[in-house]
């Protein structure tokens, strides 16, 4: 290594600086473990939760109130969650929003004094989240992406990187890791996903982990066509138009209508069903920032038509994610762990999205079982990683991968990458042959990954960047293919029934070469039964 390169060593390091990964790192530190965390971003405002808000799955702990909420999830899931995680969350959420409390959220509180805890605001959520972090004695390496793992036989063992603003490399050991990097959004440009590339399903791949639930990915957000800002609750109260003026749909049935609609044309939104000054006022409260992109525009969205568009959101809103083997949301490999979008939600959200409340639960929950696992695991090594001999994992997308002299150019890359995976008549419109095609297309793409890389700090980047898009969307159109039903985020035009032989999940593992396998999950009786009792 040159001089300019750093290293350190810890108990525990945690790479992602969303919610996820800041209780993983404080719950690690709380552990006694040495942590540090390491983020392509700024921990407090990058990634998608920081510059929005978020809803919790709250549920008060009712017995019959909560048996109902998973009963309701599990059947909603296509029988794929398991009812024992979700009333995990149900009961980990709520300790850890009186955590927050204590820390200083600002809680609202009802007519009796009793505090709301079922949203939090992003920004101030995560400037909390921040502060608690660093006194917990958490080291934050901000702007610092990871690029590949460290492993060795005994399983993984810390990580490279890269300071995007220094141009130093870094090199942390530690005995364990969690991943908590999110999922993948492929670039599309909603509000606060530009860091959600996909890079850490790829690291964690190169050692030898396992994914599950990629086929559930079908997931598009609506947004203001010159903005960002995904808020789809906002169109109930809106009306869809056509190009000639025309009104289309109102509305709840609005959204599951918008893929449908843009299929034939434009689509234009008014939020004309807000017909009063109270309405008005109570939706620029509640969502602010939705209104931010549109008066910039010049635009009243309560009296003007303004142009929609869809915006894939990937494996980010999607269910799937690296698989996990237990409680302690372990991988498939030694000393690796993974909380938030770069998990699968399956046992927890089954075949459908998390949405905003499951998906925000999960990442607080998940954060912390990761990081107490993974501090327990590290502090019972025998030895520090600082002594093992360890090897870097990356393969694609970085210069020790380049086998001949072709440059990788990134920004082609991704952009052949996004017309595979962002058109709906590819993606969310699924058809065997059409999606066997734009497998096709990837694969072809995967020999530019052994390029020559640019000498820069942001062609490194860049190029591991195209690297996970193009191998997260080979597992994806390669999980949809496998799965030869439709189910919950899941659909084949060629296969429109659920088939209740194949109640299972569907596992990947490989990259140059992808192999499936299936799990079993424990509720996959009730719905045969259910079927068979509908039969008779």
Request: hydrophobic share 45%.
């Given at each position: 290594m040159s001089q300019q390169d750093q290293q350190w060593t810890a108990d525990v390091l945690v790479l992602g600086g969303g919610p996820a990964g800041a209780w993983a790192a404080w719950k690690a530190?709380?552990?006694?473990?040495?942590?540090?965390?390491?983020d392509k971003g700024y921990l407090g405002t990058s990634g998608a939760t920081a510059p929005g808000g978020t809803t919790l799955l709250v549920i008060p702990p009712?017995?019959?109130?909560r048996e109902q909420a998973v009963q309701a999830r599990l059947r909603a899931g296509g029988y794929l969650s398991e009812n024992a995680w979700i009333h995990r969350v149900l009961d980990q959420v709520e300790h850890n929003l009186e955590l927050v409390a204590q820390w200083g959220y600002p809680f609202p509180k009802d007519g009796e004094g009793k505090p709301l805890r079922t949203h939090l605001h992003g920004p101030e959520y995560m400037q909390i989240m921040r502060r608690t972090v660093r006194k917990a004695g958490v080291k934050i390496m901000d702007q610092s992406p990871?690029?590949?793992?460290?492993?060795?036989?005994?399983?993984?063992?810390?990580?490279?990187?890269?300071?995007?603003?220094?141009?130093?490399?870094?090199?942390?050991?530690?005995?364990?890791?969690?991943?908590?990097?999110?999922?993948?959004?492929?670039?599309?440009?909603?509000?606060?996903c530009n860091v959600l590339t996909g890079e850490g399903l790829l690291m964690s791949a190169e050692t030898g982990a396992e994914l599950s639930g990629m086929e559930f990915s079908r997931q598009y957000a609506p947004s203001f066509a010159d903005g960002t800002v995904t808020r789809g609750r906002m169109l109930a109260w809106a009306t869809l138009y056509d190009a000639g003026g025309r009104p289309?749909?109102?509305?709840?049935?609005?959204?599951?209508?918008?893929?449908?609609?843009?299929q034939q044309g434009p689509v234009y939104a008014c939020l004309d069903l807000a017909d009063t000054a109270e309405k008005r006022e109570f939706l620029r409260r509640a969502h602010p920032i939705f209104f931010m992109p549109l008066e910039r525009a010049g635009i009243d969205p309560f009296r003007h038509k303004f142009p929609l568009t869809l915006r894939y959101e990937g494996t980010m809103r999607g269910t799937g994610g690296l698989r996990l083997t237990g409680s302690d949301c372990a991988t498939t490999v030694p000393g690796l762990y993974a909380a938030g979008d770069a998990a699968s939600r399956e046992k927890v959200t089954g075949a459908i999205?998390?949405?905003?409340?499951y998906n925000a639960s999960w990442a607080m929950c998940s954060g912390s079982w990761a990081g107490q696992g993974a501090a327990?695991?590290?502090?019972?090594?025998?030895?520090?990683?600082?002594?093992?001999?360890?090897?870097?994992?990356?393969?694609?997308?970085?210069?020790?991968?380049?086998?001949?002299?072709?440059?990788?150019?990134?920004?082609?890359?991704?952009?052949?990458?996004?017309?595979?995976?962002?058109?709906?008549?590819?993606?969310y419109f699924r058809s065997v042959?059409?999606?066997?095609?734009?497998l096709q297309r990837l694969t072809d793409l995967m020999p530019s990954l052994h390029g020559r890389i640019a000498p820069s700090v942001q062609g490194t980047v860049q190029s591991r960047e195209a690297a996970a898009m193009l191998i997260v969307g080979r597992w994806i159109y390669t999980a949809a293919l496998a799965r030869k039903e439709s189910r919950g985020l899941q659909s084949l035009a060629e296969y429109p029934a659920l088939d209740p032989r194949q109640t299972h999940r569907l596992i990947l593992s490989g990259i140059d070469k992808i192999v499936t396998s299936t799990e079993s999950v424990p509720h996959a009786h009730e719905l045969g039964r259910l079927q068979e009792e509908r039969a008779i």
């Open positions: 530190a709380s552990q006694g473990a040495k942590v540090i965390l390491a009712v017995a019959d109130l990871a690029l590949e793992l460290l492993h060795d036989e005994h399983g993984v063992g810390g990580a490279r990187g890269i300071n995007r603003l220094t141009g130093e490399t870094w090199e942390i050991r530690a005995n364990a890791v969690v991943m908590a990097t999110g999922g993948c959004a492929f670039l599309s440009k909603g509000l606060g289309l749909h109102k509305g709840d049935r609005t959204f599951g209508s918008l893929p449908e609609l843009m999205s998390g949405g905003g409340a327990q695991y590290a502090l019972a090594q025998p030895r520090g990683a600082d002594s093992r001999r360890l090897l870097a994992a990356g393969r694609y997308g970085l210069p020790a991968g380049a086998t001949h002299s072709r440059a990788l150019d990134a920004k082609p890359l991704i952009a052949a990458v996004q017309r595979e995976i962002l058109p709906l008549r590819i993606n042959p059409v999606v066997q095609s734009a």
